[in-house]
């Protein structure tokens, strides 16, 4: 079964630096569109970067100009730079993305999510 595996969450003081990342584990699908969304007690799932097909990206205002999303295609994976680090980003980041093959796609494929937990 495809999964995506994340890795990199943590406890961080406000102010600091994680990198998050997304692995697809199969080599015969590839990354294609990707994105990542985080989830806060009592709050909706909210997108925080996405990246398309052609290597477009978006943020929303809360976390423009401190996150930053990127992909290696070699590794088959999508990482979240986070940066000035804010306790409202506290939550739980999930990785979602489009997988790519020859012969067949999956669509909308969930990690299994990260705690982030930054503290004042």
């Known amino acids: 079964q495809v999964q995506l595996v994340e890795s990199g969450g943590g406890l961080v003081q406000a102010g600091g630096s994680l990198r998050l990342s997304c692995a697809a584990s199969?080599?015969?699908?590839?990354?294609?569109?990707a994105a990542w969304y985080r989830q806060a007690p009592g709050q909706q799932r909210e997108l925080v970067a996405g990246?398309?097909?052609?290597?477009?990206?978006e943020y929303p205002d809360s976390v423009k100009g401190r996150f930053t999303i990127s992909r290696d295609s070699a590794k088959n994976t999508v990482y979240l730079q986070m940066d000035s680090l804010k306790p409202e980003d506290t939550a739980i980041y999930y990785c979602?993305?489009?997988?790519?093959?020859?012969?067949?796609?999956?669509?909308?494929?969930w990690g299994q999510g990260t705690q982030v937990t930054v503290s004042s």
């Open positions: 199969t080599s015969t699908l590839r990354l294609n569109r």
């Open positions: 990246v398309n097909r052609r290597g477009s990206s």
């Open positions: 979602n993305a489009d997988l790519i093959g020859s012969t067949y796609v999956k669509l909308d494929v």
